[in-house]
C-alpha cells in the first residue's frame, strides 16, 4: 500500500488536489502544501488549539487530523473566516479590548469562539462568560489570562444578539 | 514532532477491516483519532498501516430497544451531547459529556473509540464499567459481547482480540429509580482527570441499592470501590469515605496521598448528586 495518496478537497471555498503523504496532518497540509500559515502549530497532540480550523461545518484540531482523512470534505481555514468577512466583528472587538498580545493563539481563538457564537444564534441565545470559557477552554493564551478574550467574545455576542432582535422587529 | 510513515486505507466495511488487520498485525485503527493521533505525533506507537473506519455506514447512531440503549462505535462525543435519548436513558453519559475533551475534540472524538482505547483517566471507560454495560465486538469468528467486568484487562488493555473491532456498547435503559453521579477533578475544564467518579444506584424507598461506584485516573483501567458502595447503599456517606481502598500511584498530575484524599472528596459530591431524585 502506497504511503502517498491524492486527496481532492474544497479550501476555503476553492477546490484543490494534492498528493500527500498519509502521515501528513492537516495543518501541516494547509501551512505547507497551501500556504495558508494562518493555522499554527503548537503542541501537535490536540492540548493547545492553535491549530482550531473547521471540516465540514465544525471546528477541529488540525493536527490530531490526516489530510488524507479530508478527502472530500469543505475546510475551512482563519484565512477563509477572514476574507469572507465573517468574523470581521470579533476580530475587531479582539483589537478594541486588547486580546491578544503575541497573536500566536488567536486564529484558533476566533475560530473556536465563532462556533460558540453561531450555536448561539441557532439556539437564538447569548452565552454566559462561563460558556465562553468552557468553549475556548481547549485554546491556550500565553499572553492575556484571558479576560480580555472572555470580553471581547461577550461583546460580540451581545451585539449580534441586539442586531437579530433589531431584525426581527 | 511528527508521525512515522505508514501507509492508510480507508475502508468501507467491518469484514474489509477485519482482514487488512489479519494481514497487518501491527496495522492500527483510526476513528476519531483525538488520542491516537497525539500518539502518532509523539511517536509513541508506529504503525505500519492505519485503517480509518469512518466510511462504515451503521456504526453510529444512538437507539433505545426496550430497556437497552445501544451506541454505535462512530457516534461521535458531540452527538452522544446533544441526544435526547442519552439525556433521557442514560443520564452518567449525559452527565459525563461535558467533562470530555473540549469543543472541537468532543466534534471528532467517538465514543468507541475511548472504550477502545481504554485510558485509565478517561471518562467514559468508568462510565460504562459503573452502568454494568457490555462491549459489542466483531472478529473473524463473527459477533461476540462481553461484560464490563471482564472487558478492562490493564494499562490500555481490553478483551478485544488482535483482529476484533468494537462496534457498539450497550447500556441498560435508565427508568424513574436509576440515579447517577459524575464528578471529576482536573488543573484545566477537558483535560485528563486527576481523579474521576463515576456511579449509579437505584432508588430503594428513601436510601439506595445496587450502587456502582466507577473511579478513573487512580489505576490501571477504571476501577470500582466496592466497599464503599455497600456503606452508601447503608446510607453512611462518612464510612463510604472510611472504607475506600484504593491504591493510586504518584503520577505527573498529582501524588498518591492526594489523589487518595480526592477520592474522598469526590464520593461525597457524587454521593449527593446520587441521593437527589432525578428526572
Known amino acids: ?169 | 514532532m511528527k508521525p512515522a510513515p505508514f501507509a492508510y486505507k480507508k475502508v468501507r466495511a467491518l469484514d474489509e477491516a477485519i482482514a487488512l488487520m489479519g494481514e497487518n498485525l501491527d496495522a492500527r485503527l483510526l476513528a476519531g483519532g483525538q488520542s491516537l493521533m497525539a500518539t502518532l505525533n509523539m511517536r509513541l506507537s508506529a504503525p505500519n498501516l492505519l485503517i480509518d473506519i469512518n466510511g462504515i455506514g451503521g456504526l453510529d447512531g444512538i437507539a433505545r430497544n426496550g430497556d437497552t440503549i445501544e451506541i454505535g462505535a462512530l457516534t461521535r462525543h458531540v452527538q452522544a451531547e446533544r441526544s435526547d435519548t442519552i439525556a433521557r436513558y442514560a443520564p452518567l453519559i449525559a452527565r459525563a459529556m461535558p467533562f470530555i475533551g473540549h469543543a472541537a475534540i468532543r466534534n471528532r472524538g467517538t465514543l468507541g473509540g475511548s472504550i477502545a482505547f481504554a485510558d485509565p483517566a478517561a471518562e467514559l471507560p468508568a462510565c460504562l464499567l459503573a452502568l454494568d454495560g457490555e462491549v459489542t465486538a466483531q472478529g473473524p469468528k463473527g459477533k461476540r459481547s462481553i461484560r464490563t467486568s471482564d472487558y478492562f484487562k490493564g494499562l490500555y488493555e481490553t478483551a478485544l482480540g488482535p483482529q476484533e473491532i468494537l462496534t457498539a456498547i450497550r447500556l441498560p435503559a435508565a427508568d424513574g429509580n436509576t440515579r447517577t453521579g459524575f464528578a471529576e477533578l482536573a488543573r484545566r475544564h477537558g483535560d485528563y482527570a486527576i481523579v474521576g467518579l463515576a456511579a449509579s444506584a437505584r432508588a430503594d424507598g428513601k436510601g439506595l441499592k445496587d450502587v456502582r461506584l466507577a473511579y478513573f485516573g487512580v489505576g490501571n483501567t477504571p476501577l470500582r470501590a466496592t466497599k464503599s458502595e455497600a456503606a452508601l447503599a447503608g446510607g453512611d456517606v462518612d464510612a463510604a469515605v472510611a472504607a475506600l481502598d484504593l491504591d493510586p500511584h504518584d503520577d505527573i498530575q498529582a501524588s498518591a496521598a492526594v489523589k487518595k484524599h480526592l477520592a474522598g472528596v469526590l464520593l461525597r459530591r457524587v454521593a449527593a448528586q446520587l441521593m437527589e431524585r432525578q428526572p
Not at chain 1, 484565512?79 to 486564529?107: I, K, M
Not at chain 1, 460558540?116 to 470559557?133: D, F, K, M, T
Open chain 1, 1 to 169: 500500500m502506497s504511503m502517498d495518496m491524492d486527496i481532492t478537497l474544497t479550501v476555503n471555498g476553492e477546490a484543490v488536489s494534492e498528493r500527500v503523504e498519509a502521515r501528513k496532518t492537516l495543518v501541516d497540509f494547509v501551512r505547507e502544501d497551501l500556504g495558508l500559515t494562518g493555522s499554527h502549530v503548537g503542541c501537535e497532540h490536540g492540548v493547545c488549539g492553535a491549530c482550531t480550523m473547521r471540516v465540514d461545518g465544525v471546528i477541529v484540531r488540525g493536527c490530531l487530523m490526516l489530510a488524507v482523512q479530508c478527502d472530500g470534505a469543505v475546510v475551512e481555514t482563519i484565512e477563509g473566516l477572514s476574507d469572507s468577512g465573517e468574523v470581521a466583528d470579533l476580530q475587531a472587538a479582539f483589537e478594541q479590548r486588547n486580546a491578544l498580545q503575541c497573536g500566536y493563539c488567536t486564529p484558533g481563538m476566533l475560530t473556536a469562539a465563532q462556533e460558540l457564537l453561531q450555536q448561539a444564534q441557532a439556539n437564538n441565545a447569548v452565552p454566559s462568560r462561563e460558556e465562553i470559557r468552557e468553549h475556548i477552554s481547549g485554546n491556550y493564551c500565553r499572553c492575556t489570562g484571558y479576560h480580555a478574550i472572555v470580553d471581547a467574545v461577550e461583546s460580540v455576542a451581545q451585539e449580534r444578539s441586539k442586531a437579530r432582535a433589531g431584525a426581527q422587529s
